[in-house]
C-alpha cells in the first residue's frame, strides 16, 4: 500500500488549496479514506472521512463549512478542497487508509502554511 499526499505549500489567509493523495496497492474503491493535520504542538486531528463510495462524508468542528473531501476511484485518488484557510490551518496533512485486513496506512505528509 502506498499514499502520496500532493499540494501542500504557502497560502495567504482566506486563501484555498486543493490536496491529492494517489493510492495504490490495494483496491481503493472498497475502503474509506481520511485526512489529518498535526501541528508540533498538538496531537493529530481527524480533518475529514469519505466512505468507499464518497456517498457519505464527516468533518472535524474546526474544519466544516470551509473543507470539503472528495474521491475520484477511477484514478484511486482523494482530495481536500480547503477554502477560507486560516493560520490556525498550518500543518502537515496526512492521508490515511481505513482499516484494511486490520492495518491503517499513512502518507508521507504535505505541508500547508497560512501566513501572510
Known amino acids: 500500500v502506498q499514499l502520496v499526499e500532493s499540494g501542500g505549500g504557502l497560502v495567504q489567509p482566506g486563501g484555498s488549496l486543493r490536496l491529492s493523495c494517489a493510492a495504490s496497492?490495494?483496491?481503493?474503491?472498497?475502503?474509506?479514506m481520511r485526512w489529518y493535520r498535526q501541528t508540533p504542538r498538538k496531537e493529530r486531528e481527524l480533518v475529514a472521512r469519505?466512505?468507499?463510495?464518497?456517498?457519505?462524508?464527516q468533518y472535524g468542528d474546526s474544519v466544516k463549512g470551509r473543507f470539503t473531501i472528495s474521491r475520484d476511484n477511477a484514478k484511486g485518488t482523494v482530495y481536500l478542497q480547503m477554502n477560507s484557510l486560516k493560520p490556525e490551518d498550518t500543518a502537515v496533512y496526512y492521508c490515511?487508509?481505513?482499516?484494511?485486513?486490520?492495518?491503517?496506512?499513512w502518507g508521507q505528509g504535505t505541508q500547508v502554511t497560512v501566513s501572510s
Open positions: 490515511r487508509t481505513d482499516l484494511i485486513l486490520g492495518r491503517i496506512y
Open positions: 469519505i466512505s468507499n463510495t464518497g456517498e457519505s462524508t
Open positions: 496497492g490495494f483496491t481503493f474503491s472498497n475502503y474509506g
